[in-house]
């Protein structure tokens, strides 16, 4: 989402950090071209002009001009201020209650019914507590069928709602079922429209009536831009929100609303929509966004979700049979299949440090997620004796491969020689005791992606 953004902003900053000194005139200049960087990302203007403001006014104190290390002190000023307008500090969810009860709102089309799932699934993992969903969306039946359906595939209950029902009798219905059923916390999944209206208004304050929320979740669509400022501000002024799910932020968003809705509202963003998987939803973090933003990383997400999908002794055993030259093909795929759950190879680099700018620089430093996507169907069209043993690839098996996996013979020979070069690599690796990073982490360690 903030890959233009992040560019600009790198270029300028570029041109005034590494400086001994810096002049006014120098400040001046990067300013303005940080106001247009972040106009053009589709920020909020009264949003950029405070952003702005207090930029030089730190920038132009006598102590960073005459500081030894000014350009680099400019750096950390913006670093400082995006986190600033971002929301500075994390906010949690609450989910205190008997049970507790949270409404999800927004208009047609954000994903709502999507992220009701979503944030089922990370209430459940996170706080230990039973969720349950209470759809009230009638005008859409489908919506309703929809959320069923999500409940089914991720073992999560589900109120079975009448469409017939107006959506005040659903949620009063649904109080008993609740407590049947020992429902920790309750996330309601609410009616949109196309634009706000005082008939939805109307609904979300009777249903607010009927059982008290303690989050009002308002489910904006980041592709929207300075637009989902306004949608923000109608619903807050009408009913109360207490916090924002920002969707679609792994599309062409050019960020503006991520960088706008919280100070123009006041009210926090909780979670980032990051995919279409009901495992997509990632907490909102300011200080580890803005990181991103300026390309200096994030590896304490990183970390996490490394944490999240790593078997450490399936770590360890991958170690030693690398050391002793035994990783096999059998358990490259496990590797491949562990970094897609990480977010894949793209994903996982650019959440290291200065990786965003290295990326476009030299774009063939790793298989691009297409390649591996091949890799993987190369590997899947194998027996398992041939992925635990390569060397039995004759001629006539790479040709029944190519035509298992849809490549031709040549990919074949390709992965082979490099997955031989990996070995040896790794093995080197291990034997100079550089094996003793983080497990499972892709050049960082034992068990990682071996390319």
């Not at 990480?342 to 650019?350: C, E, H, N, R």
């Amino acid at each position: 989402m903030f890959n233009n953004l992040s560019d600009k902003l790198l270029k300028t900053l570029r041109n005034v950090s590494g400086k001994g000194k810096i002049t006014e005139k120098n400040i001046e200049e990067a300013i303005k071209e940080i106001r247009l960087s972040l106009l053009d990302a589709d920020v909020n203007f009264k949003v950029v002009k405070n952003f702005i403001s207090r930029v030089k006014e730190k920038s132009l104190g006598q102590e960073v001009l005459t500081s030894i290390t000014a350009g680099d002190q400019f750096v950390k000023i913006v670093q400082d201020e995006l986190v600033e307008i971002l929301g500075r500090d994390t906010s949690e969810l609450v989910v205190k209650g008997a049970p507790g009860v949270i409404f999800l709102v927004g208009l047609q089309g954000a994903g709502k019914t999507t992220t009701c799932a979503k944030l089922a699934l990370h209430i459940r993992k996170k706080y230990s507590k039973r969720p349950g969903l209470v759809p009230v969306d009638v005008y859409r039946p489908a919506a309703i069928e929809q959320l069923k359906i999500l409940g089914q595939q991720n073992d999560l209950p589900v109120f079975n709602s009448d469409p017939n029902d107006k959506p005040e009798q659903i949620l009063e219905k649904s109080k008993l079922w609740a407590k049947e059923n020992m429902v920790d916390v309750i996330l309601v999944d609410t009616a949109g429209r196309l634009q706000i209206d005082d008939e939805l208004m109307g609904e979300l304050t009777r249903l607010k009536n009927v059982w008290d929320p303690k989050e009002t979740l308002l489910v904006a669509d980041a592709m929207l831009g300075q637009q989902s400022v306004n949608v923000a501000k109608g619903f807050h002024d009408q009913i109360g929100i207490t916090g924002l799910v920002l969707t679609k932020v792994d599309g062409d968003a050019r960020g503006g609303a991520a960088l706008s809705i919280r100070e123009a509202t006041g009210v926090p963003i909780k979670f980032l929509g990051v995919g279409e998987k009901v495992s997509a939803l990632e907490v909102f973090h300011p200080d580890r966004l803005a990181s991103r933003i300026l390309d200096m990383g994030d590896v304490v997400s990183l970390v996490e979700k490394a944490k999240e999908v790593i078997d450490e002794k399936e770590a360890l055993a991958t170690a030693k049979k690398m050391a002793k030259n035994k990783f096999t093909m059998e358990d490259f795929l496990k590797q491949i299949q562990m970094m897609k759950k990480m977010g894949g190879m793209q994903g996982i680099l650019k959440m290291l440090p200065g990786a965003g700018q290295m990326m476009k620089k030299a774009k063939n430093m790793a298989p691009p997620d297409g390649e591996i996507k091949k890799i993987e169907a190369i590997i899947h069209s194998m027996t398992i004796a041939e992925r635990n043993n390569y060397k039995i690839l004759n001629g006539s098996r790479r040709i029944r491969i190519a035509k298992g996996s849809g490549t031709e013979v040549k990919d074949i020979n390709k992965f082979i020689k490099q997955f031989e070069q990996s070995q040896k690599m790794m093995q080197q690796m291990m034997k100079m005791g550089r094996g003793g990073g983080m497990p499972g982490m892709p050049g960082m360690g034992s068990g990682g992606f071996p390319f």
